[in-house]
């Protein structure tokens, strides 16, 4: 990728992050009932036994909390990332307490619970600030 290409790319994110910073709790709250709406009705989701989801931020990220506790409910195996240094792995958790807020902030399972080979994932819900229409 070119040095134009990655700076162009920061500066979209940037834009983008500010823009997401700006929305009401309220606005955010909506916008993640829709994406949770949206997301349990995908075949993909529904056949899925062994789910990833990150824990969302405060703000500025897509609320996913509700699809954790759904997805629990639904009794599918439900794994988080827990971050050391440049490390992640996905950790199997069986209810969000007891999780422990990492430098982030954001709730993580403790070192003692093993982490799953990542292979053993068939869904993976990841993060990100802006997609083009393409899902890019």
């Known amino acids: 990728m070119s040095a134009a290409i990655r700076t162009a790319k920061l500066q979209l994110r940037t834009s983008m992050r500010q823009r997401l910073l700006q ?17 349990l009705k995908l ?9 990833s989801i990150y824990l969302s931020m ?5 609320q996913t909390y509700g ?18 240094g440049q490390q992640m792995d996905m950790v199997r958790i069986t209810s969000l307490r007891g999780l422990q807020p990492n430098a982030w902030g954001i709730p993580e399972p403790s070192d003692a619970e093993p982490a799953v080979d990542p292979a053993a994932l068939d869904f993976v819900l ?11």
């Open 23 to 39: 929305l009401s709790t309220a606005d955010l709250s909506t916008q993640s009932q829709q994406i949770q709406d949206h997301l």
């Open 43 to 51: 075949p993909a989701f529904q056949r899925a036994q062994h789910v």
């Open 58 to 62: 405060d703000a500025a990220e897509a």
């Open 67 to 84: 699809l954790v506790e759904h997805a629990l409910a639904a009794g599918k195996a439900v794994y988080v990332p827990r971050c050391r």
């Open 126 to 136: 990841v993060p990100g600030v802006a997609f083009d229409k393409n899902g890019n």
